[in-house]
């Protein structure tokens, strides 16, 4: 089963490969080596610093909706997390209640390294409650933040658990629809018709119905009957439909935009995104200057 790579653990894995190349430069006796090694660095630096950038936009520069009120599209939501209706969703290592978990189990080996043996991630929808409406969010495809991290060992095992719990005040920036009633819905004509084709499927119970005089068949008075007794179905069909309450949904976007579920305080995490950027963009700068005198060692 693949994960996605938490872009947290993104930054330090892009950190650690900005060191790796500075330690494999400093392995070249020659200026030119070096220099790939920094025209690397300051790629890498600026990609980074783009997606940094890019989040702290994204959640600066999208308004808190009400779910009540929210328009369709690309919002942010705050509110209270719960589970949705029905048996609670527990994690497996610690059979604790939560609305979505992330759970690594980890093997020591001969070599005293610790190696991943199973991973295992929660797909089940749940709730976000501002107390104007709830918002069913879908966690397929969204960057999860949490505060909630355990990790302990048995014997040669680790385990490490990432949770978002009932009750969680959440922050959610994703694409926001809303479903009502008649969502879905054909065309009336279109549902006559395949109702109509339902029942012919069961023949002895239409007959048993609609074959006033018994001769095993439906004359034009008798199928009209049934007809009209379609229609009045498919027309309390769409009535039931129509009357039942909105669901509102979020889920990643289509466009590629920022999904984003967390439960830490949306500007201490804006504030971070911002940090990662500054410091891609020193690390960018840093290779630029360093390339020219490197350059004049050659």
């Not at 929660?122 to 960057?143: R, W, Y």
């Not at 909630?148 to 978002?164: A, F, I, N």
């Not at 889920?251 to 500007?267: H, I, K, S």
Request: with cysteine; aromatic share 10%; net charge negative.
């Amino acid at each position: 089963m693949d994960f996605k790579r938490h872009w947290q653990t993104g930054q330090w894995v892009t950190s650690g490969a900005q060191l790796a190349l500075l330690a494999i430069g400093a392995q070249f006796e020659s200026p030119t080596g070096w220099m790939a090694c920094l025209a690397l660095i300051a790629l890498i630096s600026i990609f980074a610093w783009v997606g940094a950038l890019k989040r702290r936009r994204a959640m600066a520069d999208t308004p808190t909706s009400r779910i009540a009120s929210a328009a369709q599209g690309y919002v942010e939501l705050q509110g209270s997390g719960r589970p949705l209706d029905g048996l609670p969703l527990r994690s497996p290592l610690s059979a604790s209640p939560c609305l979505w978990f992330r759970n690594i189990t980890e093997q020591k080996d001969s070599d005293n390294k610790w190696r991943t043996i199973s991973q295992e991630e929660s797909h089940a929808s749940f709730i976000v409650d501002d107390g104007s409406g709830q918002c069913a969010v879908d966690p397929a495809g969204a960057e999860i933040h949490t505060g909630h991290k355990r990790q302990w060992s048995e014997g040669d095992y680790r385990h490490t658990e990432w949770q978002l719990r009932p009750g969680d005040p959440l922050y959610a920036l994703g694409e926001f629809r809303t479903l009502t009633g008649g969502d879905g819905l054909l065309d009336p004509a279109e549902e006559l018709k395949l109702l109509l084709a339902e029942w012919k499927k069961d023949p002895e119970e239409l007959h048993r119905r609609f074959d006033l005089n018994g001769d095993g068949q439906l004359d034009m008075e008798e199928w009209a009957l049934a007809r009209q007794a379609a229609r009045r179905e498919v027309e309390k069909m769409r009535r039931d439909i129509g009357a039942q309450p909105d669901l509102h949904l979020m889920r990643r976007p289509a466009d590629g935009r920022l999904y984003l579920v967390t439960n830490l305080c949306p500007d201490k995490l804006a504030r971070r995104y911002g940090l990662w950027a500054l410091f891609h963009l020193t690390v960018f700068f840093a290779a630029l200057v360093a390339l020219p005198w490197v350059w004049q060692l050659q």
